[in-house]
């Protein structure tokens, strides 16, 4: 497998890259601790298989919504509020151009948003010389309710899924997605619910991703060992989601708070990798369904001999977290079925 380091050399004439905030013991997981645009910029061309950025939405204006029932302000941060149409507008130039060249010719992007800055990116992309493949939509299933009454709900979320260029021949795992979908082809509809409470053990981050969300985009557009990078990476589930899959990952977060966030979840999943030495490279999983009581079977073909050995795991809905992290780990030759009741 290659090795991380071909990002660890600058762009000529550009300044070296700095110490990683964190890195795995196998440097497959790296964080850096910087502006996005200025370490992009410093990064080699056509280093990286996938992209995937979960920017700023530009929608902290000093507004509400509702949490857990309570009323809260939607400001995340200083680095979340809008510095007018034409500011966000070419800040979503600078870095998805930076991300253009970041991205190996048949790489692909992704990007989500709303409608605060999703229309920005994506005429940026077409701008810019990117493909699009698709615009999907994230349907939260159980969003928070409108407390203005004055609008709908606020139900999903786009994804925009774009190839560098239309001269691309992008990773599409077909046959994958397909078998997600109980055998039929997987629509640009996404039914996925935000994250859970075992998401957020480590601590909350305001825009976290959910698990599902990003271990359907790694596995659909990426192949083990395949490098991915995630410029706004916050509490790093895109990582952790490549050190389920076996693919490598490096992260770029400004803030202090989320990236000791971050390698508190990378670190956690380091060791549960460790816990299992021989098992790297990822499976195929078919989920069926969420929550109630989950129940794990896998065959896993032994690297000296050549018979198979089996074993099933089962578990209560508290500790389905724990499982799955187990689940997704995989030796060679290996495959796997996780069933939800």
């Known amino acids: 497998m290659e090795t991380l380091g071909i990002v660890a050399e600058a762009r000529p004439g550009y300044a070296a890259l700095p110490t990683p905030y964190y890195s795995s013991l196998d440097d497959s997981l790296r964080l850096y601790q910087a502006d996005a645009l200025d370490l992009l910029r410093r990064m080699k061309g056509e280093s990286f298989d996938m992209i995937f950025a979960d920017p700023p939405y530009f ?13 809260v302000s939607v400001d995340k941060g200083q680095w979340d509020k809008s510095q007018g149409m034409l500011g966000d507008h070419s800040f979503n130039i600078l870095w998805l151009d930076q991300c253009r060249r970041l991205l190996r010719p048949n790489g692909t992007l992704w990007v989500t948003g709303t409608s605060h800055n999703i229309y920005s990116v994506g005429h940026a992309l077409q701008t ?3 493909k699009i493949l698709n615009d ?13 009454c004055r609008y709908f709900t606020h139900a999903t979320e786009t994804v925009l899924w774009a190839a560098k260029s239309a001269k691309s021949k992008h990773v ?6 397909k078998e997600q979908n109980g055998g039929k082809q997987m629509q640009s509809l996404w039914h996925i619910q935000p994250p859970g409470k075992a998401e957020k053990r480590h601590g909350k981050h305001p825009t976290q991703k959910p698990e599902a969300l990003l271990w359907r985009i790694v596995a659909a557009s990426t192949n083990p060992g395949d490098l991915v990078l995630d410029p706004f990476c916050g509490s790093a589930t895109t990582g952790v989601t490549c050190a389920r899959l076996g693919r490598r990952f490096v992260g770029i977060e400004r803030e202090e708070e989320h990236l000791q966030l ?3 979840r990378l670190s956690d999943e380091y060791a549960l990798e460790a816990q299992q030495p021989s098992l790297h490279i990822p499976i195929d999983i078919s989920l069926h369904g969420w929550g109630g009581n989950a129940a794990w079977s896998a065959n896993r073909r032994c690297s000296n001999s050549s ?8 578990s209560s809905p ?14 060679r030759g290996m495959s796997a079925r996780c069933i939800w009741g």
């Not at 999907?136 to 203005?148: D, E, F, H, Q, T």
């Not at 599409?172 to 997605?177: E, I, K, W």
């Not at 500790?319 to 030796?331: D, F, I, K, N, V």
């Open 136 to 148: 999907i939509a994230w349907y939260k299933v159980n969003p928070p309710p409108n407390l203005a």
């Open 172 to 177: 599409f795992h077909y046959a994958l997605m």
């Open 307 to 314: 018979g198979l050995s089996a074993w099933t795991f089962t």
């Open 262 to 264: 971050a390698v508190k």
């Open 128 to 130: 810019l010389g990117y």
């Open 59 to 71: 929608l902290s204006n000093g507004g509400i919504t509702c949490v857990a029932g309570r009323m």
């Open 318 to 331: 508290l500790s389905t977290h724990r499982l799955r992290s187990a689940g997704t780990r995989a030796g």
